[in-house]
């Protein structure tokens, strides 16, 4: 196992290139291919951030086209089709690096690659990085939570807010998708929560709002929410 060529889940942080770890940079100079996730209208994010930070010349860069859709049929498709692309890589002894956004273990489809990969026998390495809730929250200058209090970090695009907002303790609200709007609007109504939301953290245009209430009405797919409170009556 130990002659074959390694995949690695490789996080390269929310946006910032300052913010992708050592380990990550040893990792991606280890790697002759650098595999990077690719939206439909061709953009490759993780790519861009790496490249702020990281020499790739004399890199195979192997785009990965993927969806930005909730349909589990058509996203195992594309999982798969992405296996394919990274496979003769490995086949031919060239270890591939795969960049994540944020933290590998955090909504990353690095991981749906690796059950497949390693099913085969391939052996894999994960390397972790910033999440970008965590960024978000030194950004905004607050603690995400404190020793007697939980945290639940949850998709508000595919979970009931209503039971989200239930839970105990600080809730971090990702992946709200096109329903944004509607999660500001409810932030907004009862007092105790303290809400504040991070569009784009650590990219250029990033837009930080400790206080809905001065919500300018921009969006983003990077949206993250950090609810400090608990729902007052």
Known sequence: ME???????????????????????????ACPVIAAPQTPSGRTLALDILRGAADLTGKAILPLPLAMTRDKAILEEEYRHAADLVRPHLQAGRSVAMLTLGDVSVYSTVHYLLK????????????????????????????????????????????????ALALPGSKVLMKSGRRLPQVVARLSQKPG???ALALNCGLEDE???????????RQSYFATFLVDGEETP
């Open 207 to 217: 837009y930080l709002c400790p206080d809905l209430a001065d919500y300018d009405g």
């Open 116 to 163: 497949i990969l390693t099913g085969e026998g391939w052996p894999a390495r994960l390397i972790p990085g910033v999440p970008s809730f965590c960024a978000a929250a030194a950004s905004l200058g607050r603690s995400l939570t404190t020793m007697d209090k939980p945290l639940h970090i949850l998709p508000a695009g595919a979970w009931e807010l209503e039971d």
């Open 3 to 29: 002659d074959k060529a390694i995949f690695y889940g490789v996080s390269v942080g929310p946006g910032d290139p300052q913010l992708i770890t050592l380990a990550a940079l040893r990792a991606v100079e």
């Open 193 to 195: 929560l303290h809400p």
